[in-house]
């Protein structure tokens, strides 16, 4: 039998082991804990935050990481990242593009053998003069030469060439290339025969658009913005839509063009201050200096009123509209005079309660550019269907004559035949 001394001393050993093994376990778990925290947050130091950027946005495996601001809250899973895909012209003065856009770049020698020495001009921007240009494949492009003395130009210059080299809808006029040599900028864009929207309202050596046209290039650049707003990642706001920026190609299909304002969705804390082209800009966002999609949408709506009235906003439109909006039918007096009698009054004051949703003086109350596009798209699909019924009357019409001439016919026949025997 083993003594109780013993047993005491046997105890008080086994406690202690036990007590020595969990203060060792309790002392490494702690430690590795704070080395694993310790490590976490060296990485977190030493590393930005980064996203992947596919080049063009398709058909390339080449991944770019762009890094931003840890002031910045971005949600990963939402938004690539804020920062340009243009680096800064180099410290040498050599004016480089680290443009992650895809886009071809090409030389001063290039640009001015394509437009026979920048003789080729077809008009002059805020930017700088644009030429029509021959590329060596042919393919016949507009050129838009940055203004040496713009310092806003260069802005717009690597903002235009950010945006549209990862943008692709067949709404928007397509960026093809760009020139930075000798000292200059220059964007090499799609040619659109037809110039712009403004153009064919205003100048009165241009053709006419009839209602259907008018009615189809509503729903193109409603289609256009549409995308902009839903389809791109992360989503992006004009901010200067007007009709000299909607151009049209040679079917009179209408392209949003002009993004050296463009912003993405996503804030940065500053403040870009007032932009955009009067008589086109929001009141809210004049009072608030807050740019947002509702902003793009009454612009929008203010081009759906040029549409239908042929006045420009700088000419009062917004004037007119208002005086008008009084009575139900008020739309049909300020009705572009070479429409009278060409076109459903109907379909005229559907398309002007659109634009009047637009234009609400409270942005939430205006519709999405989806609603939008698809309101067009119904009024459009409604007059179709009119058509097609229309035609379709008139066939039965036609129909039933030649079965009276026929069955007149077949009387005379008999009737000869009688008058023989």
Request: aromatic share 8%; glycine share 8%; net charge neutral.
């Amino acid at each position: 039998m083993v003594p109780k001394a013993d047993l005491v001393i046997i105890g008080v050993c086994v406690g202690l082991a036990v007590g020595i093994l969990l203060a060792s376990l309790a002392f490494f778990g702690v430690r590795w804990y704070r080395r694993r925290a310790h490590l976490r947050k060296c990485a977190n130091d030493n590393s930005p935050s980064t996203l992947p950027i596919r080049q063009n946005g398709v058909d390339t495996s080449n991944i770019l990481s762009e890094s931003f601001a840890s002031s910045v809250t971005v949600k990963v899973s939402t938004y690539p990242a804020k920062t340009s895909l243009l680096s800064k012209w180099n410290k040498n003065g050599k004016e480089q593009l680290a443009s992650a856009s895809g886009l071809p770049r090409y030389t001063y020698k290039d640009i001015q053998k394509a437009t026979k020495n920048f003789t080729t001009i077809l008009g002059q921007g805020s930017f700088g003069p644009v030429y029509k240009a021959t590329m060596p494949t042919g393919e016949v492009v507009a050129v838009k030469a940055l203004a040496s003395d713009s310092k806003q130009g260069e802005k717009e210059f690597q903002t235009e060439v950010s945006l549209l080299g990862r943008l692709h809808h067949r709404n928007l006029v397509n960026l093809v290339g760009y020139c930075v040599d000798k000292g200059q900028r220059m964007l090499i864009y799609e040619y659109m025969s037809n110039g712009s929207l403004a153009s064919f309202l205003y100048n009165e050596d241009e053709h006419t658009l009839n209602w259907e046209e008018r009615l189809q290039i509503a729903l193109d650049i409603s289609h256009g913005i549409e995308y902009l707003h839903d389809g791109a990642v992360p989503p992006v706001i004009h901010r200067d839509l007007k009709s000299a920026n909607i151009l049209l190609d040679h079917l009179t299909r209408a392209k949003v063009a002009d993004f050296g304002l463009s912003k993405e969705e996503v804030y940065d804390g500053r403040n870009s201050g007032l932009k955009g082209t009067y008589g086109y800009i929001d009141p809210v966002y004049i009072s608030t200096n807050k740019f947002t999609m509702k902003s793009d949408i009454y612009s929008f709506g203010i081009i759906l009123f040029e549409l239908i009235t042929a006045i420009h906003p700088h000419q009062n439109l917004m004037e007119y509209v208002n005086l008008a909006a009084m009575s139900s039918d008020g739309i049909d007096e300020i009705l572009d005079k070479e429409l009278v009698g060409e076109c459903d009054p109907e379909e005229v004051r559907s398309l002007a309660r659109i634009a009047h949703r637009c234009v609400h003086k409270t942005p939430r109350k205006r519709p999405s550019m989806g609603e939008v596009s698809q309101a067009i798209m119904k009024l459009k699909q409604r007059r179709l269907v009119r058509e097609d019924s229309t035609m379709s009357f008139a066939g039965e019409e036609f129909s039933g004559v030649v079965g009276c001439i026929e069955l007149q016919q077949n009387q005379l026949k008999k009737m000869t035949s009688i008058a023989e025997s």
